[in-house]
């Protein structure tokens, strides 16, 4: 079955550092790897999406992330962070023969001064 | 834009209680789908329907039950509430059959005493 893990529930950066959120797909197919990113009291909002066309897939608000098929992972990166960016953020994959969208547990990405 | 419109931002029932969670997209999408958030768990999808009268069984259906009557509209059914659940629910829907972007609603949240 298809399913992706988030590492870390929570992270923490400084405002203007790296962005590094972490996901890891199990698939026996070739999968469909989404970002969505959900801010305090407001629905869920899709950053990006990976459809195996290009590897590197940027998103919205300079998101960006990289399919890793050797390493089975779907990173999300930003390369500067700002406050703005404290929010929620979801991996999911598509699962039930394309029927399903189906989400990691979150990171809440914190951003400090 | 698209809009989820979710009818209650917050709701409480008492146990045992017949609860109804009504939801309502304007952009005329085929697919709506339901589910609960709770922390560390992630999103968990109850129920979804591809067509007006069609459901489908999510991955934690047990409790609940959903009507889709009008294509705009995907209601959310507890039939006897119960404590555990307690949660955000999450409507959301997708003019893509193979889940190309999910537009969610902004949730309710059910605080079933």
């Known amino acids: 079955a298809q399913s992706v893990t988030q590492l870390g529930s929570h992270v923490s950066v400084s405002e203007g550092a790296l962005v590094l959120l972490r996901c890891n797909y199990s698939s026996s197919v070739p999968p469909y790897l989404f970002w969505y990113v959900q801010y305090p009291n407001q629905g869920l909002q899709l950053l990006l999406k990976y459809t195996s066309a290009a590897t590197l897939v940027k998103g919205i608000n300079g998101f960006e992330a990289e399919f890793k098929k050797s390493e089975t992972s779907f990173h999300l990166t930003k390369p500067s962070a700002h406050m703005s960016d404290a929010a929620e953020y979801f991996c999911?994959?598509?699962?039930?023969?394309?029927?399903?969208?189906?989400f990691g547990t979150g990171t809440q990405l914190k951003v400090e001064l | 834009d698209v809009k989820v419109t979710q009818s209650s931002r917050y709701l409480v029932k008492r146990t045992g209680e017949k609860v109804f969670l009504e939801c309502v997209q304007d952009m005329d999408h085929e697919n709506m789908f339901w589910y609960r958030q709770d922390p560390g768990l992630g999103l968990r999808l109850i129920y979804f329907?591809?067509?007006?009268?069609?459901?489908e069984k999510g991955d934690i259906p047990e409790g609940y039950s959903v009507s889709r009557e009008k294509k705009e509209r995907f209601s959310l059914i507890l039939e006897s509430a119960s404590t555990n659940q307690t949660s955000m629910y999450l409507c959301?829907?997708?003019?893509?059959?193979?889940?190309?972007?999910?537009?969610f609603g902004s949730g309710t949240q059910l605080s079933v005493l």
């Open positions: 999911a994959v598509i699962t039930g023969g394309g029927n399903k969208l189906t």
């Open positions: 329907s591809y067509d007006v009268k069609m459901k």
């Open positions: 959301a829907s997708s003019q893509d059959r193979h889940l190309g972007k999910l537009f």
